[in-house]
């Protein structure tokens, strides 16, 4: 049971990834469906930075500081340095590719905005009944 | 600076740069210009690329000069070499057809819009090709598929829009799967690097995180790829697109995703994985045999040319996926031929639909009476890439499909070889149907004739150095034979590299520490 | 006398707005120019740079914006910042390196990283700010 609870991190990723397809699935408004693709992609960002988590480890920034020219000459050896190897520090790598990913997310509901915004001028409803119903009716 | 070591990086920075100029020069004329002359450039440079892989080298580039597994790198062996070069060969013939081609079925206003998408969709298909990294894929994957929805949106009416966002959702779920996917084997291998994941990935006791991994995977790229059950966005997107766009996209980007299935499969998981312990083969087996019958058969039965080659698309992948899944040489060369051949083929196909829509506004089948007569030379170009998708003899399409029968019968596969004879057949009769009307069925006007003329020289010139070109893949077929067998090598080879760090060298990953 | 209602209605706001622009401003361009030595980067720049505009929209009426800053204007900056970016990608290769190898921008690697980063972020910069105000520009002017 206890176990069950120390990955509710992955819990809460299965229930948003679930509600999110199933907005998408059920609802019949094109915003809602996006609003479904927003949390669908959210919960793969919460994904990948629990993934990154360190159980203890603080932000990866340098504490201390390197001297460059310690550095190059190859004695690095100074507390500053040992200070520095024993900091615990969360993965950063899926938080920076999270941030892409974001950026890729934000991109789509814009287009996806864009496209329903277009989509309303020209059938005048957002509601993919009536749009499909229109769309049989026309000849082509 | 040695120019060669930097070919990788210009094949995508070519159409990177041309796409913020053709913002810049606001000018569609112009912005034409621009997307012919970067993607001539693109595939000279792939040109160079599959000469300089052929010989079974394997040219890797640091991007940034980062060193591999930190560092993005671009990975290039025949395999994708040959894939950039369909990609950008096919963006070049294309562009050539669209001056005229796009001219009536865009707005004036958006037309330099319409280049710069191009551009980009460009680039992030030549992205996914030739990266080595497996987010790095994503993030192109993303760029290529936000360019085609805009693209899609263009078409002349309002269905493309419906069309367009119903392709945005169900191609985000593709993507994002792909992204979870990615995200499990770097929680399994902590690295990204495609050749570093393939040699540190454990497979032995198979964790869940790497089952995870692949079937998230593999149900992503099947979106992407629109394998049989999950084609549902292809019909409506080619149908309502440009016709220009979808000759485009019919080329490259189904194929892109096919490639980057076979990378993942038999490269970064592993024929042993993939298909030893997961049995891949007996899901997307059935898949694509039932893909190939059932598609052909609905093909038959549609009203509009274009969504007929849109079916007859799913059809065709349909044939490359099982050439891929017998996983023996000489079936997974068949498929990589078909990627090859389908792509000149039905952007062939597509860009006849084009100009018989550049002349009538539509593509109605039962319409086209008296179309022999009026567009001769179309009509006749309809034929010639009609047939090369049947599969006769002396056109690219007999090659990969006799390749691949012969694959399917080496295996013993007696009832995967007929149904492949009985959906060819069923490809005689859709193709046949309509060039019957073509030539044999009068017109249906009032007048009695067809009142238009033989479309411009400029359409007509790029869609048979196509057909052109297809014919001589037919002749000569050993050519293309050749690299698809070198690619096939590659593919079964296995990892891509060994470790390129050792394991300590690695932040430790995984939220349950 | 509605309008001269509405108008002062709005005061209050117009009167904050006015005196927190700058400073948004001002922080966007720190947020820009300090990223890379510490938290921040173009993107993050780019969206509060982005969001000063926004609110300006908000506020006063997208006309008012739109005379500050012409979609034209916004539609140059969106390209140029893609092309700062890959330029510099280019600038890399001409000077012996890879493609976005900035060690070789500089006599020095360490000055190299500092240009290079700095011009890239600075594109990225560009490109965001041009976007999301070109995307609230369109969102905004389309009237149904």
Known sequence: MLNFLALYNYWVVIVLMMAGLYIMIARHNLVKKLIGLSIFQTSIFYLYISMGKVSGGTAPILIGKISHEKEKAGSATSAAAEQITTVVYSNPLPHVLILTAIVVGVATTAVGLALIVRINEEYGSIEEDDIRAMEQRDPV | MNFFDQVPALQIAVPLIGAPVCVLLRNGRAAWAVTQFCSVICTLLSCMLVAATRDGTVIRYELGSWSAPSGIEYYVDIVNASVLLVVSFISAIVCLYAYRGAEKEIQQDKHYLFYTGWLLCITGLLGIVITGDAFNAFVFLEISSLATYLLISLGPDRNSLTAAFRYLIMGSIGASFILIGVGFLFAATGSLNMADISARIPIADSPRTVLVAFSFLTVGLMIKAAIFPLHAWLANAYHYAPVTVTALLSGTATKVSLYLLLRFFFNVFGIQFSFGQMLLNYVLLPAAIAGFVLMSVVALYQSDLRRMLAYSSVAQIGYIVAGICLVSPLGISAGIVHIINHALIKSALFMATGCIVYRLGHAHIQSLGGMAKQMPITTAAFIASGLSLIGVPLTAGFISKFNLIAAMLEQGWWIGAALILASSLMATLYIGRVVEIMIFRKPRTSTGTLEVNEAPMQMLIPLWLLIALSIVFGIFGNETLSIASAGAERLLTGPLAPALVPESAYLSTGAGQ | ?144
Not at chain 3, 104 to 124: D, N, R, Y
């Open chain 3, 1 to 144: 006398m509605m309008r001269k209602y509405q108008r002062q209605r709005h005061r209050v706001l117009q009167i904050v707005t006015k005196l927190l622009t700058p400073f948004v401003l001002l922080f966007a361009l720190y947020v820009q120019f300090h990223g890379d030595y510490g938290p921040g980067g173009g993107f993050q720049a780019g969206v509060i740079f982005a969001a000063a505009f926004i609110i300006h929209g908000l506020i006063f009426g997208v006309d008012k914006t739109r005379l500050v800053l012409s979609p034209g204007v916004i539609r140059v900056l969106m390209a140029f910042g893609v092309l700062l970016y890959a330029l510099t990608g280019v600038a890399g290769m001409l000077l012996g390196g890879n493609f976005l190898d900035y060690n070789v921008l500089a006599p020095s690697a360490l000055s190299g990283q500092h240009w290079g980063i700095f011009a890239v972020e600075l594109g990225v910069g560009i490109t965001v700010t041009s976007v999301m105000i070109s995307l609230f520009y369109s969102f905004a002017s389309s009237r149904r």
